[in-house]
């Protein structure tokens, strides 16, 4: 299958700081990526679809100017967590489905502990 | 709303026994169901995929039964293997308006094969 990775794998960072996220296609382009966030022992939860070439589309709930997407080119798509407090800690993981099919091929993650 | 449930949340099958993963759904408009395999503070690696117009697809050790009139899927894994212990997700797709296919999660189930 695709493969998608993540940088960073984890990252601890102080409240009130920004965290940046990468997500990269290695082996396809992707005019769509995914960014979910999984709680622990939970559901991975979609937070927004982040498109090349345009604004990226929130689910119901997801604050747009907390998490920040940019979608530079075909191949990565960046997750800015801004003024990070407490509760943004999480694992967050991206996806990428090749073109014009249903099958997302995921990140490896990235574990955010904010103090 | 949970439209994707897997009731489960734990499943224990001996090794070289069939193992019995099963999800619900309650939209009827989902075009894929999909299985992912997941271990801790990893992404999730893709499995075996169904179209809503078929019932059944088989994949080696992995074939996943799709009932539609009972709004139900099952992945079955047969001869199961120590290394086939992860936590599953069930997960159901559609297309959204932008033509994207968007994916809903269900909550897992942590299948353990015992040696």
Known sequence: GAVVSQHPSRVICKSG?????????????????????????KSLMLMATSNEGSKATYEQGVE????????ASLTLSTLT????????????????????MHIQYFGPGTRLLVL | DQQVKQNSPSLSVQEGR??????????????????????????????????????KN????????????????????VP?????????FCAASALDTSGTYKYIFGTGT?????A
């Open chain 1, 81 to 100: 967590v801004t003024s990070a407090h407490p509760e943004d800690s999480s694992f967050y993981i991206c996806s990428a489905p090749e073109l014009a």
């Open chain 2, 110 to 114: 942590r299948l353990k094969v015992l």
């Open chain 2, 18 to 55: 069939i193992s019995i993963l099963n999800c619900d759904y309650t939209n009827s408009m989902f075009d894929y169901f999909l299985w992912y395999k997941k271990y801790p503070a990893e992404g999730p690696t893709f499995l075996i995929s169904i179209s809503s117009i078929k019932d």
């Open chain 1, 17 to 41: 700081t920004s965290v940046k996220i990468e997500c990269r296609s290695l082996d396809f382009q992707a005019t769509t990526m995914f960014w979910y966030r999984q709680f622990p022992k």
């Open chain 2, 80 to 88: 199961s293997q120590p290394g086939d212990s992860a936590v599953y």
């Open chain 1, 64 to 71: 747009k100017d907390k998490f920040l997407i940019n979608h």
């Open chain 2, 58 to 77: 088989e994949d080696g050790r992995f074939t996943v039964f799709l009932n539609k009139s009972a709004k139900h899927l099952s992945l079955h894994i």
